[in-house]
T-cell receptor, first 113, second 117 residues
Framework: AQSVAQPEDQVNVAEGNPLTVKCTYSVSGNPYLFWYVQYPNRGLQFLLKYITGDNLVKGSYGFEAEFNKSQTSFHLKKPSALVSDSALYFC???????????FGKGTRLSVIA | GAVVSQHPSRVICKSGTSVKIECRSL??????MFWYRQFPKQSLMLMAT?????????EQGVEKDKFLINHASLTLSTLTVTSAHPEDSSFYICSARGGGQAYNEQFFGPGTRLTVL
């Protein structure tokens, strides 16, 4: 069975500073990895995904993530945080085939002006 | 990208009544739909997976007689919460997936906030 761990419940960062939201995964096979963002009372918005190819994936709103197979990690990063980036971020993993996404517990990001 | 809609966005009902939530894929055919439940400040919990024309597969601990899922067409799935109780109050999110190149991507609806009084 696959699982996702987001070790931080909350990440605080000053506006303009780089941010990192951590994610590690456990799967028995090649993982497909995703990041989603959720604003209050809203559904999930897709940020980026890793399926295959380059380990560094660039996504929406200036976010990127690096797939690290040896560390089984897929941390989300952004060089310069904005106050509007404050939201709940979810890492998710799935396997090939008709399998659902499995989500981490989420990390709340607060960007302080 | 692909668009998934949910209706209603918010619903308030009395205890004991049933509530139906619709999930539609607007610009693609959703061969598989998923229903998630999210409690405040918690992650999404998968409730069930449904393939068009087949019975839904429920996750362990989810009552199939309470949460009725119908996926009658490639663009519509419904979740009916039967005899709702206050503990069923939650944020319900549907997700849809198509075939072909989109096979590994899930697209999410905006969610439905259910409040049972």
């Amino acid at each position: 069975a696959q699982s996702v761990a987001q070790p931080e419940d909350q990440v605080n960062v000053a506006e303009g500073n780089p941010l990192t939201v951590k994610c590690t995964y456990s799967v028995s096979g090649n993982p497909y990895l995703f990041w989603y963002v959720q604003y209050p009372n809203r559904g999930l918005q897709f940020l980026l995904k890793y399926i295959t190819g380059d380990n560094l994936v660039k996504g929406s709103y200036g976010f990127e993530a690096e797939f690290n197979k040896s560390q089984t990690s897929f941390h989300l990063k952004k060089p310069s945080a904005l106050v509007s980036d404050s939201a709940l971020y979810f890492c998710a993993v799935k396997l090939l085939g008709n399998t659902p996404l499995v989500f981490g517990k989420g990390t709340r990001l607060s960007v302080i002006a | 990208g692909a668009v998934v809609s949910q209706h209603p966005s918010r619903v308030i009902c009395k205890s004991g009544t049933s509530v139906k939530i619709e999930c539609r894929s607007l610009d693609f055919q959703a061969t598989t739909m998923f229903w998630y439940r999210q409690f405040p400040k918690q992650s999404l919990m998968l409730m069930a997976t449904s393939n068009e024309g087949s019975k839904a597969t429920y996750e362990q601990g989810v009552e199939k007689d309470k949460f009725l899922i119908n996926h009658a067409s490639l663009t519509l799935s419904t979740l009916t919460v039967t005899s709702a109780h206050p503990e069923d109050s939650s944020f319900y999110i549907c997700s849809a997936r198509g075939g072909g190149q989109a096979y590994n991507e899930q697209f999410f609806g905006p969610g439905t906030r259910l409040t049972v009084l």
